[in-house]
């Protein structure tokens, strides 16, 4: 029996990950549940799942939950802030943590598990893109064990020989292919982008998900930190990673190897493929995720991303080429703008605009230390708030 602390509970990963989870009661037990303001929502979950704790980073937030359990579930511990979400990633009886809070938010909480040598399930990717150095250097000290569970990363994992962490051309693999939707916004013409709503950004074709990922998505700056998050995890070059646009959503990524052998990983697009791999690696798990359908899907389609009307994804390969704390300044300035276009006050074709300028204002410097990182990532926030239009 393995015991899970589940970050980010609530939204759309903890949602999957819960569900997969009580597909297997004999398998998993769950110690603690955590979302930010959601107190109905964590409130149910705990009702259902009877952690051991509960955790809402907001402090208001986690006094109305424990008022709402005292009466139905009073053996729960209700924790507050960023120190109860390291707390829970750091509790010896949970020997796994979904590490699925969105943004840098999640960072802290997820460097707790890795370095309590956790198997940590890391949906969270800007953790990675802001400290990635940092974060594997953790993992390795203090042998944690890092399963992706975003998509692309999860498919190539699986597709990848043992002892990829030796480095690429020591396993015999030339490049991987790391396959991207094209989010909603794919067919339409630039001009029109500047016109798009939050709402339609977040429609996006294939993938039910959170907002900010889903915005990322129709912008494809989810595609660039996911190249950053896979030279991380895949300990590699961007040179060796080749974005391919595939809108079926059936591939979900590719490994090439020397002798020209390409391998894919293929399934709905259902996290819960992903989650229960990484679940219970190195064996495997019923999902509740179906059979593909081959003859329905009928037809398999790719082409080249296009750099021009996605200027996100060419920034983000700007950043990991520059290294050190770019990264971490990319995401920042991408966090508050999009937060700005969900909340209607920045334009979509805005949002890279805000990073670039971002981008340019802070020179990158060495990211080996995260009181060094965590000063960037707040100039980032404040720089990128200023390039955002004041409301007249
Ligand atoms: P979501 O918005 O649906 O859920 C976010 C969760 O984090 C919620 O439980 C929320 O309460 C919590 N949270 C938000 N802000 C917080 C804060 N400041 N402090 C503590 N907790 C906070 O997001 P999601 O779509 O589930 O995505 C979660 C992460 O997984 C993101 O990093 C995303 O990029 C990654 N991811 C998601 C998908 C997907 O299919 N949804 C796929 C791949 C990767
Ligand atoms: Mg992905």
């Known amino acids: 029996m393995k015991g899970l602390t589940v970050l980010g509970a609530t939204g759309s990963i903890g949602v999957s990950t819960l569900d997969v989870a009580a597909r297997h009661p004999d398998r998993y037990r769950v110690v603690a549940l955590t979302a930010n303001r959601d107190v109905e929502g964590l409130a149910r979950q705990c009702l259902r799942f009877r952690p051991e704790y509960a955790v809402m980073a907001h ?138 709503t939050p709402e339609q950004a977040c429609a996006h074709p294939n993938w039910d998900m959170g907002p900010k990922i889903s915005v990322d998505s129709a912008t494809m700056m989810n595609k660039g930190l996911e190249v950053i998050e896979a030279c991380w995890l895949f300990h590699t070059q961007p040179d060796r990673i080749q974005v391919v646009l595939h809108p079926q959503s059936v591939i979900h990524s590719m490994v090439e190897y020397r002798d020209g052998s390409v391998l894919a990983q293929m399934g709905n697009p259902d996290m819960r493929i992903p989650i229960a791999h990484a679940l219970a690696w190195p064996e495997r798990i019923e999902s509740g995720a179906g059979s593909l359908d081959l003859f329905r899907v009928a037809q398999l389609d790719f082409e080249a991303p296009d750099l021009q009307r996605f200027p996100c994804l060419a920034l983000a390969y700007q950043a990991i080429e520059q290294g050190g704390t770019a990264p971490a300044v990319l995401n920042a300035a991408n966090e508050v703008a999009v937060a700005a276009f969900l909340d209607g006050r920045l334009g979509f074709t805005a949002i890279p605009e805000v990073i670039a300028a971002t981008l340019s204002a802070i020179p990158a410097t060495d990211a080996n230390d995260l009181e060094g990182i965590l000063e960037v990532d707040a100039r980032a926030r404040s720089v990128a708030e200023r390039k955002i239009p004041r409301p007249v």
């Open 59 to 196: 402090e208001a937030s986690a006094r109305a939950l424990a008022g709402r359990l005292r009466a139905e579930a009073p053996g729960i511990r209700v924790l507050a802030g960023v120190e109860g979400l390291e707390t829970v990633s750091r509790l010896p009886q949970a020997d796994y943590v979904m590490a699925a809070i969105v943004g840098a938010a999640g960072l802290m909480p997820a460097l707790a598990a890795v370095r309590a040598g956790k198997r940590l399930l890391l949906a969270n990717k800007e953790a990675l893109v802001i400290s990635g150095a940092l974060f594997m250097q953790e993992a390795q000290r203090h042998g944690a064990e890092i399963l992706p569970i975003d998509s692309e990363h999860n498919a190539v994992f699986q597709c990848m020989p043992p002892g990829f962490a030796g480095g690429l051309s020591g396993v015999g693999v030339r490049r991987i292919l790391l396959t991207a939707s094209g989010g909603p916004f794919r067919n339409v013409p630039a001009q029109e982008l500047a016109r798009v």
